[in-house]
């Protein structure tokens, strides 16, 4: 194994420029406004970036004119960046140079891991969203992006081609956002963890027997939503939205009608204050859970384009709502509210049709 060192202190630029197997390449920075960039080809690479004590730091950027911040070709390579400071960036958007992505592997079992401490700190342009941040292509690769003890932090996307895919992205503080985690293909794993206010998440699954999950919790009194959108294609694929704090969340699954769209399962559960949960199931044979356990709550869930239609939706306490619409097929519906205000407003039009409700106080 060869490795490559590289240290640098105050404004300078680091690059690693790697072509064989077993190698490592490691570039340490201190101060701030610092470019770093590492290409590796071959397998069982390791690439490590520490941009630590400074703020504007870059790995990939739009003003370097020859490839992307990190770019692993092969299988088994690892990449790890610590970014401590804030308006730190990992970026890249050269289309003349055909580079989009700050951070890409092309190959089997390649892992990412990222962790940045502070404000504004940036995964992915903005400007550019559907350009990954960080992509990878293959099969079984895992990437793991933490983003801690600030404020405005963003992933723009993370992108993983193949199947048995894991990816978790984790944000603690406020007006933390995930434009979009994208997993295409099968048995894929994703999760989005924010913990804090004002905090979004979206994420999308196309493909087979994908799980997806986001949670966001820890919300205080009188702040501005959480919201959380998962956009899910293809057959067996469960999705699952749980938020909980005292804030204003906000929860929408929306699993659109393919021809080979086919059960599915979309789950919201919310805890607590002025609860707002979305679903719009088009398909055949998916199952829609709604829970909703406290304060102002709300639902809606419509299904559409037929076949075995299920919906259950279940609120314990305070002002609740729920309204369902469902259109074609074999149908059914529970709601059950158990605590004060109640509502709900059932309509079927077609087929199998089913209905309950229980409503107490």
């Known amino acids: 194994m060869r490795k490559i060192f590289v240290g640098l202190f105050a404004v300078m630029v680091g690059v690693c420029l790697v072509y064989a197997q077993g190698n490592q390449a490691t570039v340490q920075q201190q101060s701030s406004n610092n470019f770093a960039k590492i290409e590796q080809t071959g397998s069982n690479q390791i690439a490590t970036v520490t941009q630590q004590t400074g703020d504007g730091n870059v790995i990939g950027t739009v003003g370097e004119p020859a490839a992307g911040g990190i770019v692993q070709n092969g299988s088994e390579n690892r990449v790890e960046v610590l970014q401590d400071g804030s308006g730190n960036r990992i970026s890249q958007y050269r289309p003349s140079q055909n580079v989009y992505n700050a951070i890409f592997q092309d190959g089997d079992r390649n892992e990412v891991y990222i962790t ?23 099969d079984q690769n895992s990437a793991s992006i933490w983003q801690g003890d ?164 279940i609120q314990n306490g305070d002002l609740n709502r729920a309204e369902i619409y469902q259109y074609g097929s074999y149908n059914g519906v529970i709601v059950t509210q158990n605590g004060d205000g109640h509502a709900a407003y059932v309509e079927q039009n077609g087929d199998g049709n089913k209905a309950i409700i229980y409503q107490s106080n």
């Open 150 to 313: 600030g404020v405005a932090n963003r992933l723009e996307e993370l992108f993983q081609s193949g199947a048995g895919h894991q990816a978790t992205v984790e944000q603690h503080g406020n007006e933390n956002v995930v434009s979009r985690i994208h997993q295409y293909g099968s048995f894929n794993n994703g999760e989005i963890l924010q913990f804090g206010n004002e905090n979004t998440a979206h994420m999308d699954a196309n493909g087979r027997e994908n799980r997806t999950r986001i949670l966001q919790g820890n919300a205080t009194p009188g702040t501005e939503a959480n919201e959380a959108t998962q956009w899910v294609n293809g057959e067996k694929n469960v999705v699952t939205i749980m938020q909980d704090g005292a804030g204003y969340n906000k929860a929408f699954q929306h699993l659109p009608s393919t021809a080979w769209g086919s059960e599915n399962t979309a789950t919201i559960i919310q805890e607590g204050q002025y609860n707002d949960a979305y679903q719009k199931i088009m398909g055949s044979e998916n199952v829609a859970i709604i829970e909703s356990h406290g304060d102002y709550n709300g639902t809606t869930d419509i299904d559409g384009d037929g076949s075995a239609d299920r919906v259950q939706i």
């Open 116 to 138: 940045q401490v502070g404000n504004d700190q940036v995964v992915g342009l903005k400007t550019y969203a559907y350009h990954a941040g960080v992509e990878q292509r293959g």
